[in-house]
């Protein structure tokens, strides 16, 4: 089937050949380097030896020479990295020609992965690792005189994603193509991404994320699959020849979406997936006489106005021109996808009364979920069915995950501005919910209130569209993120709807790809693991389980603190020439990365920072009586998210003083190296001793991060909240420093009236460190700059950080404790990479599998 295939590709070393979508297959395994004169490319891909490095350098000067056009004397850093990648991805092609090809053929149930983001971080080297070509690459280099670190350094990762949800499409879509899933990632071709964070007098500045501005070797644009989309306007009825009444939109303007296809390799397997990702184009991008007039800026408006869709993720949405924007981009790519599937990918002639036998789309979280009244609208009006076989169709082809605990999280659109933009789609939401609420009513009879409470439509603060409720009732399946997330999820954010259908409900606990974060991102990590249990571990995690022996081994928990020891000493080197930041080499690395969130509460790490400064300052606690500690922050804040911003500030008018500080020279420091990303957490992670994990109890639906650290070594300090939970349980409580409130005790505390200026009162240390920070001691003696943070916790702290502070230092405690013994924090470190296979995202995927696609 096409969905792994471009329409057409050409090769840029090659006569002038195109791979039509319907080649037939042939058993090669590779595109190599060079191709047979007499071996035209539409008839297959061809055969090609096991590659050489005599062979890989042909390649790589002739893509530098005839796809660059330079010489390799002339040929600067970016020429050569573009030449580099665009020879790796020859070496994919075969296999992603192959694959769909074979799945054309086989007629394969296919996942469609709807996503707003995938944070895919640099491809290069991931790709490299899965055609195993890293030994063959590097020495090519290195024969052209070449360093092939600095190649690597000069690639832009794409900005297509913002922290968690991002990164874990992306992780999931490699375990699919690594299990032979069939599966296409939807989803944006933003052009500028989130956006690209820098600070100015310690306050965040959002800059574009030209990401895109050197070139982009990976992506296959193409033009002539294009997808018209409409918008606003109205609907008619009509009566067909059949005599049956049906609605017709007649929108007032529409755009173009614009495919970009990246390859998925699977690892070292011959499966290639794709990743499809939509640009928007205006229908008509110039007009010619209004030019001429001499309106040179309206002659491009509407080029202009279609292309703004694609340009940012998440725009500020603040005002209405923001919230009407972020719903095209929604329904934009959604509407892409489900036209591309049903028009491109399946067979012209396919029964669409079958379509639940051919695809499953699985909504990553709420901002997909417009695709569930744009496939009723496909059958209904564009294809001829009755609502209630389209319905049933629509009802088994979904599957929804939810991502979230906060209610302002989970999207509603005011019926106005849906009413306006997707007339059509607002009728169809009516009708689901009109249909829905009689099945309410049926099955709670007299339970009005019920009735209220379940409308996907809320008449207050607005009257507008619940798309969680709209996802619960349209969806197969409904699952949280991890075991309390999900728990959770049944039982507080979703509970008439798991009562009245028990058995949507389910869990797949989130994990993470073991390709990337342990093999790519820690290299002597993974040659250690192979050289002590064997290869094999990368695709099948639960066996490294067979480190547990040697956790008691003297030999191995030496080598293991080396590897530490390297992996820090690179990233120190890294954040030297990226940052300016000269950190202290003997310390704790005490890390907090993550989007920046109260209720992650980056604030309460940070007073756990002043706390450690303010002991030392007022003679409390001598300095060297402090344990050598380095805390690394990274985070980004929405752009319209005040408080946040505000907190990012102080951390940084903090780590200013601190690090400045002779008192503590040696034994505290504070770094927050700007704009976090995939490349930098590759290198942070693996170099990290101690993750904080320290959202407040039942608000974190899973987390990622903490998978990534303990699987690199790190010890976690958390509350038991999101997947912390089965992290301490699989690990052991030992191993593990397990701090603060459960959702129960937090729930009983809010109800019994939480005033955290009462624990300011009653607790010194609490109260000398707020003063410290009230003071402004950290900001030049200016009182008023810190005073929105301060009054925040005193006064609201709907996050309780005060009320878990005192648990929290306990918790340092023995995290000090431990980091004194290096024989018992390694033994630690080494039950927690042990104990945490279960969190490759490989076994996630095969719990969707089981429990919500059956694909296979």
């Known amino acids: 089937m096409s969905e792994s295939t471009p329409a057409a590709v050409s090769e840029a070393t090659a006569s002038p050949a195109m791979v039509s979508d319907e080649s037939p297959s042939t058993d090669a395994r590779r595109i190599g380097p060079s191709f047979k004169a007499n071996h035209p490319l539409a008839s297959g891909p061809v055969v090609q030896p096991a590659p050489t490095v005599d062979g890989f350098v042909e390649a790589f000067l002739a893509e530098l020479n005839y796809g660059q056009g330079v010489l390799l004397s002339q040929s600067t850093v970016n020429d050569q990295y573009l030449a580099l990648a665009r020879t790796v991805r020859r070496y994919l092609m075969a296999d992603w020609l192959e694959t769909g090809a074979r799945r054309r053929q086989a007629q394969q149930k296919t996942v469609a992965y709807l996503s707003a983001e995938y944070l895919l971080g640099r491809q290069l080297g991931n790709n490299l690792l899965a055609t195993n070509l890293q030994d063959v690459a590097e020495e090519a280099m290195r024969r052209s005189g070449i360093d092939i670190a600095a190649l690597r350094s000069q690639e832009v990762e794409p900005g297509l994603g913002n922290g968690g949800l991002g990164r874990l499409a992306a992780c999931f879509v490699d375990s699919l193509a690594t299990m032979d899933v069939p599966c296409i990632g939807y989803g944006i071709r933003y052009e500028y991404g989130i956006f690209r964070q820098t600070f ?429 500690r380095t805390v690394v922050f990274g985070a980004k804040a929405a752009p319209g998210y005040h408080m946040a911003k505000e907190i990012i500030f102080l951390i940084n008018a903090v780590a200013d003083t601190v690090n400045a500080d002779p008192r503590v020279a040696g034994r505290l420091s504070v770094a927050f190296p700007a704009n976090y990303n995939v490349t930098l957490a590759e290198k942070l992670i693996p170099a990290a001793d101690l993750s904080e994990q320290i959202s407040l109890a039942g608000k974190e639906a899973s987390g990622t991060g903490n998978m990534k650290f303990a699987l690199n070594g790190a010890l976690t300090i958390g509350t038991d909240d999101g997947a912390n939970v089965e992290i301490r349980r699989l690990v052991g409580d030992d191993n593990f420093f397990l701090f603060g409130m459960t959702e129960p005790e937090v729930e009983t505390l809010r109800g019994e009236g939480y005033v955290p200026a009462d624990l300011y009162e009653q607790d010194p240390v609490l109260r000398a460190t707020i003063d410290l920070l009230a003071s402004g001691h950290f900001t030049g003696g200016d009182r008023q700059v810190v005073a929105p943070v301060v009054d925040n916790l005193l006064h609201q702290d709907a996050f309780m950080a005060l009320a878990d502070f005192p648990a929290y230092l306990e918790a340092q405690a023995r995290v000090d404790a431990a980091y004194a013994d290096p024989d018992t924090w390694s033994r630690m470190a080494i039950l927690n990479v042990a104990r945490s296979g279960f969190f490759s995202s490989d076994r996630s995927m095969r719990d969707y599998l089981e429990r919500i696609w059956t694909a296979r």
Request: aromatic share 10%; charged share 30%.
């Open 200 to 628: 100015v007098e310690d306050r965040q500045v959002e800059l574009p994320d030209s990401w895109l501005s050197l070139g982009s070797p990976w992506e296959f644009p193409h033009p002539e699959r294009q997808v018209i989309v409409s918008f606003g306007g109205h609907t008619e009825t009509t009566t067909d020849d059949a005599g049956v009444e049906r609605s017709r939109w007649i929108p007032d303007w529409n755009v173009l979406g614009m495919p970009y296809h990246y390859m998925v390799p699977g690892f070292r397997n011959g499966v290639v997936n794709t990743l499809r990702l939509w640009s928007a184009r205006a229908t008509h991008a110039f007009d010619l006489q209004i030019f001429n007039s001499g309106d040179y800026a309206q002659a491009v408006r509407s080029q202009t106005f279609a292309e703004n869709i694609s340009k940012v993720l998440y725009p500020e949405d603040s005002t209405p021109q923001g919230k009407e924007l972020r719903l095209q981009q929604q329904y934009f790519f959604v509407a892409c996808s489900l036209h591309d599937f049903i028009d491109n990918t399946l067979p012209a002639d396919y029964d669409l009364r079958r379509l639940p036998e051919r695809l499953v789309v699985q909504l990553n979280d709420t901002h997909p979920v417009i695709a569930i009244p744009e496939l009723m609208r496909i059958l209904v009006d564009r294809k001829g069915f009755d609502w209630d076989e389209a319905w049933d169709i629509t009802k088994r082809c979904f599957a929804y995950t939810c991502h979230t605990l906060l209610p302002e999280a989970l999207e509603v659109w005011s019926v106005d501005l849906l009413g306006r933009l997707l007339p059509r789609h607002l009728e169809i939401i009516y009708r689901i919910n009109e249909e829905f609420l009689d099945e309410v009513r049926e099955a709670f009879p007299g339970d009005e209130m019920r009735v209220r409470r379940m409308s996907v439509i809320a008449e207050h603060p607005e009257r507008s569209v619940r798309m969680a409720y709209l996802a619960t009732v349209a969806g197969a399946k409904v699952n949280g993120v991890a075991e309390l997330h999900s728990q959770l999820l049944r039982d507080k954010v979703l509970p008439d709807f798991s009562q009245l259908w028990p058995e949507k409900f389910t869990n797949v606990t989130n994990g993470v790809t073991p390709r990337r974060f342990v093999l790519l991102a820690n290299r002597r990590l993974s040659d250690l693991v192979t050289d002590t249990i064997g290869e094999g571990w990368v695709t099948d995690l639960d066996r490294l389980r067979e480190l547990e022996p040697h956790a008691e081994d003297p030999e191995f928990r030496a080598a293991f603190r080396q590897v530490k020891a390297d992996n820090k000493e690179r990233l120190y080197k890294l954040l030297r020439v990226r940052d300016g930041l000269d950190l202290p080499r003997e310390a704790m690395l005490d890390v907090m990365v993550k989007r920046l969130h109260e209720y992650k509460r980056q604030t309460l790490k940070l007073l756990h920072i002043v706390s450690l400064y303010e002991g030392v300052v007022s003679g409390r606690v001598a300095p060297e009586d402090l344990t050598p």
